[in-house]
Each structure stands twice: as structure tokens, then as C-alpha cells.
């Protein structure tokens, strides 16, 4: 496990953090070592603790040489699975002498452009932070208080310029859902993010989207997938979620299927957790990984951020 502070106080309606606690896991075969990072999430029951306990014991089961295909045989989705199948993907890479992007992506990959978070705070307090970050073209606003309305107009008023995501957390309550929309709407905010609970998301159905609306919690791997087609217009794929690499390749080919638009989000941490998820955006409506911005340091050899441009990973990263 490794820690990294963050800069200043990141949060969302679940509440705050200081601090981003990482797990690294390491394969190791031919003298060559592949390695994939992953960020326990508490909402869905994970613990650094867990996370590392559920790595050791799906590494005495897996043995020494395994694939990706038995590794998800062994172990459901979740941040453990996402550190073991991202190290066995920069691992391969190594022993190949072929970069990974060569599997991921039909083209070269080229740098991608991020959103860029402002935590959930007093409307002032985030007017004040958007305001520092305007000249960033796309600005993702933590909501779930009282004050939601005022920090959506605040926000917007601050950074002008910049198309802004609204990401709720599932933090809104169906009775105030639809004078949300309104502004939103009003607005022109881009999109809105998992505004209700994973499991009480069913009025979405039945409601105008004039503002799109993203799954996140509500999505975790490509089977979860059909059941959404009449609620969301967007998925935020996260390999921490869906478990890795290899089946964030598989939600994002079901999404294109269905007709859904694509995210390619993140949990706050390293680099090392953005480089696989650099390639997987390269087709991305929306990218959100800015886990790296927000902390006070990143880890060596990290990804090169020109303002909200990131560029893919090089091989001394990852893959």
C-alpha cells in the first residue's frame, strides 16, 4: 500500500479525503516485472485491507503463469482484480518488446483531454475554484448538498468558457430531480452523472434527459449494461470497477452496441492507475482523469499533463 497526500481536501457527498491510498501489485516472470495500481473504494465495500487479502488469495489459486480469461474466472470485479489485470497486461507487454496500445488501439494513441474536478464546498468556495481552473475547457463539479442550484450557477458563472459535468454521487432525491434538470438545463451544463442512487434509478426512464445523463455506480461491468438502455445516455467506464483493463474493453465495446456514450473516469490515484485508462479514452465522449492533478505528488516516471492534456503512457510507466 502507498500513500499520497492530496492537495488540499477532495470531496464528494460521501464525504472527504486528504489522503489517496494506493495498492501496487507486482507479477514478476523471466526477470521481468509488470505492474498495475488500484484504489480500494469504501462505497463498494473495499479496504486496503481486503484488497490485498483478495490479492494474495487469488495469486496462491491463479500459480504462477495465468491469462486474463482465468484471472476473471478467479476474481469478480472490483479495485484487486484491476491491480492483477493491469500488471499481467504491463507485464506481457515487457515480455513481448510490444507496447500495449498496439492491442488496445485501432490507431497510435494520442494525448486526450481531462476534465478537471472541483470538490463539493459552499457555493462561494467553488465559484472560487472554478474561477482558478477557467482556463481549463472542461471542469466536473462535485454536488449532493443543500446549496446544489447555487454552486451550479456559481460555478458557471466563474468559468464561462469551460463545458461543465455535474456528478451528484447519487446524492439527489427523486422529488427534487426534476427542478435539478431544469437548471442543469437553464445552464447548459454537459452532462449529469449518477444523480440517483444505484437501485432507485428506475424514474429515469420516464423523465426528459434534456441534459444527458451518465451512469456510474449504476454501471460496473458490460452486463450491467442492458438494463440501463432506458435510463442513462452515457457509462463511465472506471478499471477500478469493472476490474481491470480487459473487461473495461468489454464494457466499452457493449456501450458502443447499445448506443451509449462513453467516460473513461477514475478514482483518485497515481499515475500508474491512469496510464491503462489513457488508452482505453482515446475514443471517449468524456474523460475524467485527473486523479493525478489532485495530488500533492505524483509517483516518478508519471503521466505528462500539459494543463488538462494527458499524454499516453510512456514504457517506463506502464505497458
Known amino acids: 500500500m502507498e500513500t499520497y497526500p492530496i492537495r488540499g481536501q477532495f470531496r464528494i457527498s460521501r464525504g472527504s479525503k486528504t489522503e489517496a491510498h494506493v495498492v501496487v501489485c507486482r507479477i514478476s516472470a523471466g526477470g521481468t516485472s509488470g505492474h498495475g495500481e ?33 484471472l476473471s474466472v478467479v ?65 466536473k463539479i462535485k454536488l449532493g448538498g443543500p446549496d ?11 468559468a464561462p468558457r469551460s463545458r461543465i459535468i455535474v456528478d451528484a454521487n447519487e446524492a439527489w432525491a427523486p422529488d427534487t430531480m426534476a427542478e435539478l434538470m431544469r437548471e442543469a438545463t437553464r445552464l447548459h451544463i454537459a452532462l449529469v452523472e449518477q444523480p440517483l442512487p444505484a437501485g432507485q434509478d428506475e424514474m429515469l426512464a420516464e423523465i426528459p434527459h434534456p441534459v444527458p445523463i ?3 455506480e449504476s454501471a460496473h461491468t458490460a452486463n450491467d449494461l442492458d438494463a440501463l438502455r432506458t435510463r442513462y445516455d452515457a457509462v463511465n ?53 485527473d486523479g493525478p492533478l489532485l495530488l500533492a505528488r505524483d509517483r516518478q516516471h508519471g503521466l505528462d499533463y500539459a494543463g488538462s492534456t494527458v499524454s499516453p503512457p510512456r514504457a517506463d510507466l506502464w505497458g
Open 148 to 158: 446544489d442550484i447555487a454552486a451550479m450557477h456559481a460555478v458557471v458563472a466563474a
Open 214 to 216: 451518465c451512469a456510474d
Open 75 to 139: 476474481l469478480g470485479p472490483g479495485a484487486a482484480r484491476n491491480a492483477l489485470d493491469c500488471a499481467l497486461w504491463d507485464l506481457q507487454a515487457k515480455l513481448s518488446g510490444r507496447r500495449a496500445h498496439l492491442l488496445v488501439c485501432s490507431q497510435p494513441p494520442r494525448p486526450v483531454e481531462t476534465a478537471y474536478t472541483i470538490s463539493l464546498d459552499e457555493p462561494d468556495a467553488m465559484a472560487d475554484a472554478a474561477r482558478s481552473a477557467s482556463r481549463r475547457s472542461v471542469l
Open 237 to 289: 467506464i472506471k478499471l477500478d470497477k469493472a476490474g481491470g483493463l480487459t473487461e473495461s474493453l468489454r464494457m466499452r465495446e457493449r456501450a458502443r452496441e447499445l448506443g451509449f456514450g462513453v467516460m473513461v473516469g477514475c478514482m483518485v490515484g497515481t499515475s500508474l492507475s491512469m496510464a491503462p485508462a489513457v488508452l482505453l479514452a482515446q475514443d471517449a465522449e468524456y474523460v475524467d482523469l
Open 38 to 70: 488500484c484504489v480500494p473504494y469504501a462505497r463498494y465495500g473495499e479496504t486496503v485491507e481486503s484488497v490485498l487479502a483478495a490479492i494474495r488469495e487469488a495469486s496462491e489459486e491463479l500459480g504462477p503463469t495465468f491469462d486474463h480469461q482465468r
